[in-house]
């Protein structure tokens, strides 16, 4: 396949989590990033030995460009996607999708007026880890897929973010920033979404805002819930469990288990693309009256069924793929929406008191063909 030429506007705290292993899918041409900060963007390319540097408007203009990859703030995900389809090209944007269903659809209806691809990150469930657990489940080691609990929980990111204030902003908050690593994880396993019923709070208005140094100097306002908790009913009549909060100091729970009827697999960190899931089949001592302890029982790492060096690219090289084969990529604009949906139900469950019914609908991603160490991925 000719390469995908690719310019990428944003070169933020996220660029290297594309371009650090883009030399594993050579299929990819990184052409050119562009920024509002000259100096910044200069400095990436050469760091990355990019040949262009430009600013978003150049890159737009640039003919030898066919997908841009948008990895602006979320707030910016929506108009620069929107500039990059009028400018005739597909646009790949990291997640969140849109910040609204409203500009969702505006991306959705421009690109298919332009007759290109839109389609959002997180494509972490097209990772080695995500693919094996896939690939057990489908192959029936754990029965019919019933149930799932996911959570992401931490302290929050004003700890270590050096630009914290949009997190806890409108269109932000735990379950747009890390609830879409769970959310297409479970829509890779289950399909799509039927219903959403959540709660949302936020433990105080306020936060200290950590300096460099140690210590504290001001306050960040809190606008949005940091803590959501809810459950998933999906179409195929499986249920999750999500979770996904910055109050929460410590923990012991798991970040992915997928339960069937058979047995049960702990996933990888559905924000990884790597490590192994873990197997455990049903026991005989699991149907006495005192149960095997979590964590007990014979739990046994598999073996993966896919190249575990993935990383971002595989997104950038699985949605030019898609372009390239004229069919809608695993990461494409149905999806993207679908996600973003289930996303913004839990907050609106939360402040409706009741279930919220997901309108739109997805096909279940296509799994990826599975490859050793040293192949070259695939994505037919």
Same mark, same amino acid.
């Given at each position: 396949?000719?390469?995908?030429?690719?310019?990428?506007?944003?070169?933020?705290?996220?660029?290297?989590?594309?371009?650090?292993?883009?030399?594993?899918?050579?299929?990819?041409? #990184?052409?050119?990033?562009?920024?509002?900060?000259?100096?910044?963007?200069?400095?990436?390319?050469?760091?990355?030995?990019?040949?262009?540097?430009?600013?978003?408007?150049?890159?737009?203009?640039?003919?030898?460009?066919?997908?841009?990859?948008?990895?602006?703030?979320?707030?910016?995900?929506?108009?620069?996607?929107?500039?990059? #389809?009028?400018?005739?090209?597909?646009?790949?944007?990291?997640?969140?999708? !849109?910040?609204?269903?409203?500009?969702?659809?505006?991306?959705?209806?421009?690109?298919?007026?332009?007759?290109?691809?839109?389609?959002?990150?997180?494509?972490?469930?097209?990772?080695?880890?995500?693919?094996?657990?896939?690939?057990?489940?489908?192959?029936?080691?754990?029965?019919?897929?019933?149930?799932?609990?996911?959570?992401?929980?931490?302290?929050?990111?004003?700890?270590?973010?050096?630009?914290?204030?949009?997190?806890?902003?409108?269109? !932000?908050?735990?379950?747009?920033?890390?609830?879409?690593?769970?959310?297409?994880?479970?829509?890779?396993?289950?399909?799509?979404?039927?219903?959403?019923?959540?709660?949302?709070?936020?433990?105080?208005?306020?936060?200290?805002?950590?300096?460099?140094?140690?210590?504290?100097?001001?306050?960040?306002?809190?606008?949005?819930?940091?803590?959501?908790?809810?459950?998933?009913?999906?179409?195929?009549?499986?249920?999750?469990?999500?979770?996904?909060?910055?109050?929460?100091?410590?923990?012991?729970?798991?970040?992915?288990? &997928?339960?069937?009827?058979?047995?049960?697999?702990?996933?990888?960190?559905?924000?990884?693309?790597?490590?192994?899931?873990?197997?455990?089949?049903?026991?005989?001592?699991?149907?006495?009256?005192?149960?095997?302890?979590?964590?007990?029982?014979?739990?046994?790492?598999?073996?993966?069924?896919?190249?575990?060096?993935?990383?971002?690219? &595989?997104?950038?090289?699985?949605?030019?793929?898609?372009?390239?084969?004229?069919?809608?990529?695993?990461?494409?604009? !149905?999806?993207?929406?679908?996600?973003?949906?289930?996303?913004?139900?839990?907050?609106?469950?939360?402040?409706?008191?009741?279930?919220?019914?997901?309108?739109?609908?997805?096909?279940?991603?296509?799994?990826?063909?599975?490859?050793?160490?040293?192949?070259?991925?695939?994505?037919?």
């Amino acid at each position: 396949m000719e390469p995908i030429r690719v310019g990428i506007i944003g070169v933020g705290n996220v660029l290297n989590q594309y371009l650090d292993k883009i030399g594993v899918h050579p299929d990819v041409d #990184i052409v050119a990033l562009a920024d509002v900060n000259e100096a910044a963007v200069s400095a990436r390319a050469e760091e990355y030995g990019v040949r262009k540097a430009l600013s978003p408007d150049e890159l737009l203009a640039d003919p030898e460009i066919e997908l841009v990859l948008n990895l602006t703030p979320p707030k910016l995900h929506a108009p620069v996607s929107l500039q990059a #389809i009028a400018a005739g090209k597909h646009v790949l944007s990291e997640k969140p999708f !849109a910040t609204s269903l409203e500009e969702a659809q505006q991306i959705l209806d421009a690109a298919k007026e332009a007759g290109v691809y839109a389609g959002s990150a997180p494509t972490t469930f097209l990772g080695s880890g995500a693919q094996t657990s896939r690939k057990l489940i489908d192959d029936g080691w754990i029965g019919e897929p019933v149930a799932a609990f996911g959570s992401f929980v931490n302290r929050g990111y004003e700890h270590w973010h050096p630009n914290v204030d949009p997190f806890y902003s409108p269109g !932000a908050g735990p379950m747009l920033d890390i609830g879409p690593y769970l959310i297409t994880n479970l829509v890779n396993i289950f399909g799509p979404v039927q219903r959403v019923s959540a709660s949302a709070a936020k433990s105080s208005d306020t936060r200290p805002r950590p300096t460099s140094t140690g210590g504290y100097n001001g306050e960040i306002e809190i606008k949005t819930p940091t803590h959501i908790s809810g459950s998933i009913d999906f179409e195929s009549g499986a249920v999750a469990t999500v979770v996904v909060s910055w109050d929460v100091w410590n923990h012991n729970l798991p970040h992915f288990e &997928i339960y069937g009827t058979a047995g049960s697999i702990a996933a990888p960190n559905p924000d990884h693309f790597d490590g192994a899931p873990v197997l455990r089949r049903g026991e005989p001592r699991d149907l006495s009256l005192d149960m095997t302890p979590p964590g007990g029982g014979d739990w046994r790492e598999t073996a993966l069924t896919h190249r575990d060096d993935a990383y971002r690219g &595989i997104g950038l090289a699985e949605f030019g793929h898609a372009i390239r084969a004229g069919v809608e990529p695993r990461t494409g604009g !149905a999806f993207a929406y679908h996600v973003l949906e289930v996303l913004l139900a839990f907050e609106q469950s939360s402040q409706a008191g009741r279930h919220i019914e997901i309108a739109s609908t997805c096909e279940r991603p296509r799994p990826l063909p599975s490859v050793g160490p040293h192949e070259p991925y695939r994505f037919d």
